[in-house]
């Protein structure tokens, strides 16, 4: 066995183990046993923090859907540019300065409405 | 006990230094060349981080780590219903991390190499993980939540004794009323 032929194994593993571990992670979320309580939403008001507001706050809503097609668009950019011209030349790409405008701003907005919700 | 624990340790490390010294007289009386043994440690560590991983994973699956607090904030700190609330920027760092790791194992192995990242890759995450400082800084504290319990215990200990004060003052109060009976019986009784 040469060291290429336990490398390869190596990487089959992590591979593997990473999937495995994704996959469980969100399993769990899709099956509700990860705990979700007031991802969306806020206590109403900060005499009761212990009661969620009814209604979903824009701002943590904007910043979930900008997290996700983030995440989205990144995958399918580095699956479109790298390592399509050769596996001995791959790298990370890099994240196109509207899509970091656009998260910062939700992020913004998400620091915004929980200082105002707060005061 | 402790003797019984302190033996097997010596057990142990005398072992260790016999099984290393047969391996170090098997690899000379075999000549065995620097390469193989360069493959035998690479074959150990990696058996070692396999184990370990292999752990983190079995323990996820079987339960002893829990994942339901996985994007929760610290259950001191904000509490609905008995459940700690879910963090969005931990929720965010999850996805994130998910993302930028996965990609960056599945390009490393492809080239073999580790790839670089870029600064916004960096920055994407310093975003990220910045406005999670900034999130806590401005949301409640662990520390306020405990000033409030304090706040609670401190106006329950004054209403105990304000209770104990006001009894005690009615069983004066109710003396006082009882010697004023008797002392107008007596009178009474004088006239």
């Known amino acids: ?81 790298t390592c399509a011209q050769g596996a001995t030349d791959c790298w990370l790409p890099d994240i196109p300065n509207e899509l970091l405008m656009l998260l910062g701003g939700s992020h913004s907005a998400f620091l915004t409405g929980k200082i105002y919700r707060r005061s | ?34 390469q193989d043994v360069a493959l035998l440690g690479f074959i150990s560590f990696s058996a070692v981080i396999i184990a370990f991983a292999a752990a983190v994973l079995w323990n996820i699956i079987d339960g002893s780590i829990d994942l339901f607090g996985i994007i929760s904030e610290p259950d001191d700190v904000a509490n609905i219903d008995g459940k700690p609330k879910a963090s969005l920027s931990r929720f965010q760092f999850l996805v994130f991390t998910f993302v930028v790791a996965g990609l960056f194992l599945m390009l490393s192995i492809e080239a073999g190499a580790f790839v670089n990242i870029p600064n916004n890759v960096l920055g994407l995450i310093g975003l990220s993980g910045g406005s999670f400082i900034v999130s806590k800084a401005v949301g409640p504290k662990a520390k306020d939540a405990l000033t409030e319990v304090e706040k609670a215990d401190a106006t329950l200990k004054a209403a105990e004794i304000a209770a104990k004060k006001a009894g005690a003052d009615a069983k004066t109060a109710e003396a006082k009323l009882k010697k004023a009976k008797a002392d107008a019986a007596a009178a009474k009784v004088q006239e």
């Open chain 2, 1 to 34: 006990m402790g003797n019984v624990d302190q033996r097997t340790g010596v057990f142990f490390v005398v072992g260790f230094l016999v099984v290393v010294c047969m391996l170090g007289v098997w690899a000379i009386q075999w000549d065995v060349k620097a």
């Open chain 1, 1 to 81: 066995m040469s060291g290429e032929d336990v490398s390869k194994i190596v990487e089959l593993f992590f591979i593997a183990w990473m999937v495995v571990l994704f996959g469980f992670v969100i399993i769990k979320l899709l099956r509700g046993e990860v705990n979700t309580v007031g991802l969306l939403s806020t206590p109403q008001n900060s005499n009761e923090p212990q009661k969620l507001s009814e209604q979903i706050d824009p701002e943590r809503l904007l910043l979930v859907i900008s997290t996700i097609i983030a995440a989205v668009y990144y995958i399918m950019l580095t699956m479109q540019t």
